[in-house]
């Protein structure tokens, strides 16, 4: 169930379908780590958190697979070395500590394109079901 929900117009002009899905993921993560990281520093103060299943861990699902590839994988690209340290401010948590998981997901199973495509109106009823947890 998402703690935080936000959508808005990215600030810059990205080249490929690929930039604009990772500077998307860069934006989730900078608004989902500080949450984690509160979570675990209560945890590390011994404030008492109500529930067993409360974990550090952030796990994002991106359906664009040159995204994840760059998430992924510390690598030159020729294609993409035009992006800087603003959007790969995450890659640490991803590769050394693990904190944060990017794993696929279908396109016709992502609840985000609610808010960025024309949807069919099942389409939307389903994503908004998922969305708010029914």
Known sequence: MPIVWKSQLQKEIALST???EYTGLSYALREAIPIMDLLKEMKQKGISVNSEKAKAHIKVYEDNAGAIEIAREK???PRTKHLNCRLHHFRHRVEVTREISVHKINTKHQPADMLTKPLREEDF??????VMGW
């Open 18 to 20: 690929t930039e604009a």
């Open 125 to 130: 009823v389903r994503y908004r079901k998922v």
């Open 75 to 77: 690598k030159y690209r």
